[in-house]
Nanobody, 128 residues
């Protein structure tokens, strides 16, 4: 069974850092573009960052550019989201998502939410 599992969320103070992980089971991430999305209470889900299967192409929401970094380790079948300089407005449930490589660009994946598979999400709370 194809599954995406997020981990690494939690409570952090403003200005702090967290690293989220997205691990795949039941399939190999090598052939998939992967994205991180988030949904805050009362808001629509938005694309945070997406990465191509090779890692050569990435996309970031303007609100996280310069603070968040997406990366992947295909040998570990895992994609990461390093989040630095966290702000209270980053508080949300963060979801990992996947779509087979080549179906859409990473920009389309992130901006339009074009995905094939979703994880269950991990809560990130930024508060003092």
């Amino acid at each position: 069974q194809l599954q995406l599992v997020e981990s690494g969320g939690g409570l952090v103070q403003p200005g702090g850092s967290l690293r989220l992980s997205c691990a795949a089971s039941g399939f190999t991430l090598d052939y998939y573009s992967i994205g991180w999305f988030r949904q805050a209470p009362g808001k629509e889900r938005e694309g945070v960052s997406c990465i191509s299967s090779s890692g050569s192409s990435t996309n970031y929401a303007d609100s996280v550019k310069g603070r968040f970094t997406i990366s992947r380790d295909n040998a570990k079948n895992t994609v990461y989201l390093q989040m630095n300089s966290l702000k209270p407005e980053d508080t949300a449930v963060y979801y990992c998502a996947a779509i087979p490589s080549g179906v859409v660009t990473v920009q389309t994946m992130c901006v339009r939410g074009r995905v094939a598979y979703w994880g269950q999400g991990t809560q990130v709370t930024v508060s003092s």
